[in-house]
Antibody
Framework: EVQLVESGGGLIQPGGSLRLSCAAS????????MNWVRQAPGKGLEWVSV???????YYADSVKGRFTISRDNSKNTLHLQMNSLRAEDTAIYYC????????????WGQGTLVTVSS | DIQMTQSPSSVSASVGDRVTITCRAS??????LAWYQQKPGKAPKLLIS???SLQSGVPSRFSGSGSGTDFSLTISSLQPEDFATYFC?????????FGGGTKVEIK
């Protein structure tokens, strides 16, 4: 059974850094496209980043240069390093695995809340 | 980036009603369109991929159609557990983009 469990969220001051983790089970992270998607309180969904099975990475313009997606193959875990955080980064962050043949997000974690506030 | 426009933003309906939600892409995306259901406090759940492919375990009262730029999600007979927010998402290219959501509420 595919499971994704996020951790690392919390309250952080503007300009600070935070590292999110997503522990995966039931499949191999490095063999799949893995994504981060966020949702500001009461708002819609915003795709944040993807790491391809081959290692290429892509980012939304809103986080480019500040966020870094990576994976730890030995721990089957996905990470999102978030630097220079802003109030507008406040959201629930979900990790999501794409389907095998299309980039549709078929499996989601429960999310972790990041609050950027002084 | 491909913009996704979803309508209506909310709909009030009764159990047993037929509900249709539409989604329009700013450029052609073939059939690379997904629909998700999200309940309060929960992660989105994939209902339909590639415009009309129902995911395993999703009730047959849900159906999707469309190609190119215009798509729709239909719930043929609304059930109590279907009251939720629905999002469309283009899966044609990165950055993935979502519609603004449709909240299906109890009339």
């Amino acid at each position: 059974e595919v499971q994704l469990v996020e951790s690392g969220g919390g309250l952080i001051q503007p300009g600070g850094s935070l590292r999110l983790s997503c522990a995966a089970s039931g499949f191999t992270v490095s063999s799949n496209y893995m994504n981060w998607v966020r949702q500001a309180p009461g708002k819609g969904l915003e795709w944040v980043s993807v790491i391809y099975s081959g290692g290429s990475t892509y980012y939304a313009d809103s986080v480019k240069g500040r966020f870094t997606i990576s994976r730890d193959n030995s721990k089957n875990t996905l990470h999102l390093q978030m630097n220079s955080l802003r109030a507008e980064d406040t959201a629930i962050y979900y990790c999501a695995r794409s389907m095998t043949t299309v980039i549709t997000l078929a499996w989601w974690g429960q999310g972790t809340l990041v609050t950027v506030s002084s | 980036d491909i913009q996704m426009t979803q309508s209506p933003s909310s709909v009030s309906a009764s159990v047993g009603d037929r509900v249709t939600i539409t989604c329009r892409a700013s450029q052609g995306i073939s059939n690379w369109l997904a629909w998700y259901q999200q309940k309060p406090g929960k992660a989105p759940k994939l209902l339909i991929s590639t415009a009309s492919s129902l995911q395993s375990g999703v009730p047959s009262r849900f159906s999707g159609s469309g190609s190119g730029t215009d798509f729709s999600l239909t719930i043929s007979s609304l059930q109590p557990e279907d009251f939720a927010t629905y999002f469309c998402q283009q899966a044609n290219s990165f950055p993935l983009t979502f519609g603004g959501g449709t909240k299906v509420e109890i009339k």
